[in-house]
Nanobody, 124 residues
């Protein structure tokens, strides 16, 4: 069983930066596609960014391209999301999620494990 624990959320102003981290335990981290989703109040959960097990390929939602950067450290079992130029519309609960490489394919958003989320609030 894989556990995912997010950290780094908080209240910031528009234009600020924030870095989220997700610590994984209980599995072979380097075998998982890792990603971030978010859910804003009253909206459905949406994909934000993902990185494959080797770190060699990354994927972003159009809404965050050029502002967010996802990275992973397989030695530390962590995945991070650097968020720059934050906007009020980035306000959401951010979730870390993972999918084993044997079950993942591009544009697939089905995940095996989820964290409990961390709240990011961007004020205008």
């Amino acid at each position: 069983q894989v556990q995912l624990v997010e950290s780094g959320g908080g209240l910031v102003q528009a234009g600020d930066s924030l870095r989220l981290s997700c610590a994984a335990s209980g599995g072979t981290f380097s075998s998982y596609f890792m990603c971030w989703f978010r859910q804003a109040p009253g909206k459905e959960r949406e994909f934000v960014a993902g990185v494959i097990w080797s770190g060699g390929s990354v994927y972003y939602a159009d809404s965050v391209k050029g502002r967010f950067t996802i990275s992973r450290d397989n030695a530390k079992n962590t995945v991070s999301l650097q968020m720059n130029s934050l906007k009020p519309e980035d306000t959401a609960v951010y979730y870390c999620a993972s999918r084993h490489r044997s079950r993942w394919f591009p544009n697939s958003y089905a995940m095996d494990y989820w964290g409990k989320g961390t709240l990011v609030t961007v004020s205008s």
